[in-house]
């Protein structure tokens, strides 16, 4: 009797011991929960402070539309053009002329004493070339050259033919050759027709083809 008194006394002892070690261990996991709750609430401002931040870092990188313009403009290069534009640039007004050909920069001396014309950077034929204007004193484009190689490298008999096919075809007559080569190493041909006088000229490292009005000598 004793005996059993002892180990109920001893199990009553043990549960109740079980149960003050239950209930401090949920109370522990309750205040652990609470602690990570409020932790990860107070963490919760400062992560969308970062996003407007990041947000307004953004913005404020964006380039702007003007820039993307340009930068658009420059990735697709030249603007495409033929003979029949270029040629018709002259008697033009060189006002009339500044946004032609995706726009013309003006053309001073080095002193800028005296206005020569405009410059442009065009594709003739897939091919990037740079067109001159020049201006007579009424403003007015007397010529137009197209510089297809500007002694960057040598030019070949292949291209100089192709490029007389174009001149020929576009002014509807077959060209006429210099007998001799000019003072200056170049061999020209030349072509007159409808009023207007083409000439190409070629030297070891320079071609360029040029128009202006059939007048005088050029008739």
């Known amino acids: 009797m004793h005996l059993q008194k002892k180990l109920k006394e001893g ?18 996991a309750v205040l652990a929960f609470s602690m990570t709750a409020c932790s990860q609430q107070t963490s919760i401002p ?3 402070t970062s996003a407007e931040e990041t947000v307004s870092e953004a913005e404020t990188q964006k380039p702007s539309q003007a820039e993307t313009e340009s930068a658009g ?19 033009m007004n060189d ?4 946004d032609l050909l995706g726009g013309g920069e003006e053309n001073w001396t080095e002193d800028s004493s005296f206005y020569i014309g ?10 990037p070339c740079q067109v001159f204007t020049t201006c007579g004193q009424d403003n007015t484009v007397e010529s137009v050259s197209v510089w297809i190689v ?14 007389e096919s174009r001149v020929t075809e576009m002014m509807g007559t077959e060209p006429v050759y ?14 007159n027709a409808g009023g207007m006088a083409a000439t190409m000229n070629r030297m070891a490292d320079i ?3 040029s128009f202006q009005p059939a007048v005088g000598e050029l008739k």
């Open 46 to 48: 400062e992560t969308e």
């Open 73 to 91: 403009a420059e990735a697709a290069g030249p603007e495409a053009a033929d003979l029949k534009d270029v040629a018709g640039l002259v008697g």
């Open 178 to 191: 210099d007998k001799e080569i000019s003072e200056g190493g170049s061999r020209n041909c030349r072509w």
């Open 207 to 209: 071609l360029t083809v």
């Open 95 to 98: 006002e009339a002329t500044a």
């Open 11 to 28: 199990k009553r002892f043990y549960m109740g011991d079980l149960l003050k070690g239950i209930a401090t261990a949920a109370a522990a």
């Open 150 to 163: 500007s002694g960057e490298r040598q030019v070949t008999d292949e291209e100089a033919k192709e490029w």
């Open 118 to 127: 405009r410059t442009y950077n065009v594709q003739l034929f897939d091919v």
